[in-house]
C-alpha cells in the first residue's frame, strides 16, 4: 500500500538518522506560560538513542487505521499529493468507534511517553520550573493541546512530519558527506604540515598512487540501463542474461511483494556496481564515499524513472523507463574519485 510504504520507509530513515545525529534537538518554550525559565540553550532534548518512541507510534497508527475497511479503500486510492495535502486526514472521522477507540489509547501512551523523557531531561538538568505541556511543542507529529483524543489533526501532523523529515533527508545527507569530505582534505594537509620535506613528498606520492589505483577498475555500468539491469540480473538473480525480462525482473525484486520498488530496494540493485569501485579492504576505497556513491545512483534513478515524483516506483513507470532511448544507449557513467 503506497501510503503505508512511505511511511514505514520514512521510520527506516528516520532511525538512521537519530542514530547519527550529533546536535541535540532545542525545545521550543512559550515564555508566557513558563517561570523562572532559563535560557533555550540550557535545556535540549536529545534525540533518544533508538528514536522508537517516534516510529513505533506512526507504525502502530497505520497498523489500527488499516484495519478500518473504509479507511483502507481510501488509503488504496489516494495520491501522494493527496495523503500530504492533508485531504485524507478527514476520512479519519468515518472510521469505526473501535478503531477512534485505539487511536486514543496509542496518542495517550504516546503523549506518556514523550512527558516521561521531557522529566528525565528536565530531571538531568535539575530544572522544575518548566511546564512540560509547552515542552511538548518540540514535537510535531501529535497535538498536543488535546492529549486524549486522537483526531484528524493529529493525522495530518503525522503525515505531514514524516513526509517532510523523508523529503529533507537525502538533502542532509548530502550536506554531511560534503562536511566529511572537507575534513578528510583538511585532515591531509595538516598533517603533511608536520611532516619534514622528505616525508611530505613520500606521502603525497602516496596520495596520488592510492587515486590512481580507485581509478582502476572495471566500467561502470549506467545506473538502471539495461545493462546494468542485465548484471544483476545474471550475477545476483543467476539468470541467462538472453532470457531478460523487466517485468519479472521488477517483481523479483520488488522484496516486499508491495507492487512498488522503494529506494531501500533501488539501493539494493547497485551493489555490484559499487563493488567494482570500492573494496573495504582497500586502503583507498573510502566507504562513506561508496554510500554517497549509492544514494547518487537512486537519486538519478528515481529522477529518470519516478515520474509522478512519490519516491516510488511502479511497475508502470518501471516498463515506461525501459522503452526509453537513455535505457538502452546510456551516457557513461563516471564515479567520483578521491
Known sequence: MRWRTILLQYCFLLITCLLTALEAVPIDIDKTKVQNIHPVESA?????????????YLKQVIDVLETDKHFREKLQKADIEEIKSGRLSKELDLVSHHVRTKLDELKRQEVGRLRMLIKAKLDSLQDIGMDHQALLKQFDHLNHLNPDKFESTDLDM???????????YDKTRHEEFKKYEMMKEHERREYLKTLNEEKRKEEESKF?????????????NHPGSKDQLKEVWEETDGLDPNDFDPKTFFKLHDVNSDGFLDEQELEALFTKELEKVYDPKNEEDDMVEMEEERLRMREHVMNEVDTNKDRLVTLEEFLKA???KEFLEPDSWESPSI
Open 44 to 56: 535540549k532534548i536529545e534525540p533518544p538513542d533508538t528514536g522508537l518512541y517516534y516510529d513505533e
Open 158 to 168: 503525522l503525515i505531514k512530519a514524516a513526509t517532510s523529515d523523508l523529503e529533507h
Open 208 to 220: 596520488e598512487e592510492m587515486k590512481k589505483k580507485h581509478e582502476n577498475h572495471p566500467k561502470v
Open 322 to 324: 525501459t522503452e526509453k
